[in-house]
């Protein structure tokens, strides 16, 4: 049963931190329109329509590498927060690299745009960063047993001074 919450705990992590990602890539793809000073007050109603294209941008191209993150972290009860920062950093290389074209004769990625690679570094440790908040605090720790209560004291007996 333990386990059970802890998958609904894993997917709202995930979820949380696909949106966090979604909202670090599209305010930093924007970010040069918005340092624009002639281009006046931005809608709020477009940046919610970029926002929410980022959260299923991201969400589709990371669900494989975080769920094996996700996995190797719960099984061997990794809690560190480093180890989450760096996962993200991966699945965010990954899933910016998936998008480039690699070229099998020279062994090298073609087209890489270091801004863009940088952005989705960024948006992977955020990412982590928050999959950690909610849930990587706490991994492994559905194989613990549940902490029983001490037993009653035997009738007619005091507990002891404190």
Known sequence: MALIGRLF????GFLAACLVAGMVVVAAVLFPEFSD???GPLDQSVFQVLIAFGFIFISGFALLPAAIIALVTEAFSIRSVLAYAIGGALVGAACYLSLV??????WRFDGIVRRHMEIMTGAGIVAGLMYWVIAGRTAGSW???PSR????LPSGSRPPPL
Do not use: K
Not at 9 to 12: C, G, K, Q, R
Not at 101 to 106: C, G, K, Y
């Open 9 to 12: 705990v894993i997917a709202f």
């Open 37 to 39: 000073i002639g281009t």
């Open 101 to 106: 074209p690699f070229d099998t004769e020279s």
């Open 143 to 145: 194989r613990e047993p």
């Open 149 to 152: 209560p001490p037993p009653p």
